[in-house]
């Protein structure tokens, strides 16, 4: 799989910092999808928007939708890759015309999601069955159904690791930037790859918001003057990590040159030790060990480095959200599609993700946290809208990699400035922001 999947992480954390967006292209009904209850009473055509470019052209999802003719066999899916989803897909949602079933986009407004799509029912309804389900509440209905999920954390190679001696995870940032120095010193490994050019990986650091102190209302702490990257603040715990890795020159030569497809090679081959990621990637690593002649067991992931109580903590954020069109002509067959696929089709399990069904087992991925105790922390949504409002009216980004590029910009020397005069200038602007958005 390629940048395709890989745009699933950076789109977790877009999909939480959302920017207000379309028009809309007319009235919706307010109709629920209602799941039909007799599968040989639903039928029709629906057609499923899908960013999963890659899924529709190695004929993966006409798989499941063979699969999933043996439940709902008078039902005829038809699935279109789009490429750049969210730009184009913000367009089509100027009018009535955007498929049955479609991925939530990130530039769709919270507030705005009862115009655009059908409800699917009552929270206390889908919340006892679902992971991530406050993400896309609204008035107290359900709007989107996680396709799934992904933990946060570094994905590392293991190998590399212990041949710097490195047996045991870092608790604490220091320990982090030890273990890096000592990759440098004892290995031919990049300690640590930005994914600079590319840019968007550099977002998968604002999904550990929530990690460090385990608190799973870390992100509606940010809606208010509250200066996030103050001292003692996980975004400046954060950002404070990111820095010093690069300060320290324990990274790739040239961040301006790094290559995200490159990457994943280099990391599975022993090249890179450790890149920032969520748990969506360990797959892909793994893949790109078994291409090189490699060994997939050589994969690792462990959480950010910071704990509580003794114990380590990672955040779980939601991946994109499958909701029916609040126009689809067939919305009984559009959200037979929906539960069958989330609940079913054991898509989640095959991409080595987090279940959005809370029943279901975690992933063999994350075998390695559940081993060492790591608590999962299911980030709150409550007032992500006014954290988007916030974020959009200080122009700086959570959800961009602009910022960050500054900051490690600053931090190698090639834009001038302190870490202590960046934070200040963040906070600024965040503050005063933070006085009138929402108002």
Request: charged content about 25%; aromatic content about 10%.
């Amino acid at each position: 799989m390629g940048k395709t999947k890989s745009l699933t992480g950076v789109l977790l954390t877009a999909a939480m910092l959302a920017v207000a967006g379309c028009s809309g292209g007319g009235a919706a009904s307010g109709e629920t999808a209602a799941a039909p209850a007799d599968p040989n009473e639903v039928s029709g055509e629906i057609k499923v928007l899908t960013h999963r470019t890659d899924l529709v052209q190695n004929g993966a999802l006409k798989r499941y939708a063979a699969e999933f003719n043996k439940v709902y066999p008078k039902v005829k899916v038809e699935f279109e890759g789009i490429t750049d989803y969210e730009g184009e897909v913000k367009i089509r949602m100027n009018t009535k015309a955007y498929g049955d079933v479609l991925m939530i986009p990130a530039a769709v407004s919270k507030s705005d999601y009862p115009k655009f799509f059908a409800p699917l029912g009552p929270t206390a309804e889908l919340a006892a069955k679902y992971r991530f389900s406050d993400k896309t509440e609204v008035a107290g209905k359900v709007y989107g159904i996680a396709q799934f999920g992904t933990a946060n954390g570094f994905v590392y190679n293991k190998a590399v690791w212990k041949k710097a001696g490195i047996t045991q995870w870092p608790r604490t940032p220091q320990e982090f930037l030890a273990a890096l120095k000592a990759i440098e010193g004892r290995t031919d490994a990049v300690p640590y790859y930005t994914n600079f050019k590319d840019g968007w990986p550099l977002v998968q650091w604002t999904s550990n918001v929530g990690s460090v102190t385990c608190d799973a209302k870390a992100t509606d702490e940010l809606a208010g003057p509250v200066s996030p990257w103050k001292a003692g603040g996980e975004l400046h715990t954060i950002d404070t990590l990111v820095h010093d890795i690069v300060k320290q020159g324990l990274i790739e030569k040239d961040p301006t040159t790094t290559n995200w497809e490159r990457s994943k090679a280099m990391l599975a081959g022993g090249e890179i030790a450790t890149m920032m990621l969520g748990s969506w990637s360990i797959t892909q690593m793994q893949g790109a060990a078994k291409e090189a002649g490699g060994s997939p067991a050589d994969i690792g992931f462990m959480p950010f480095p910071a704990q509580k109580d003794g114990k380590f903590c990672a955040t779980l954020v939601s991946d994109y959200q499958q909701a029916v069109s609040a126009h689809s002509g067939n919305k009984p067959a559009a959200r037979a599609w929906i539960d069958w696929f989330t609940d079913k089709s054991g898509y989640s399990e095959r991409e080595g993700a987090v279940p959005a069904v809370k029943s279901a087992p975690m992933p063999a991925t994350l075998k390695d946290f559940a081993d060492n105790d790591v608590s999962f922390v299911e980030r709150s949504e409550a007032r992500t809208a006014l954290v988007n409002d916030i974020d959009n009216a200080a122009e700086i980004g959570l959800n961009k990699p602009d910022y960050r590029q500054k900051l490690i910009d600053t931090a190698r020397g090639a834009q001038d400035g302190s870490l202590q005069n960046f934070f200040a200038d963040l906070n600024k602007r965040w503050d005063e922001a933070a006085r009138t958005a929402g108002s």
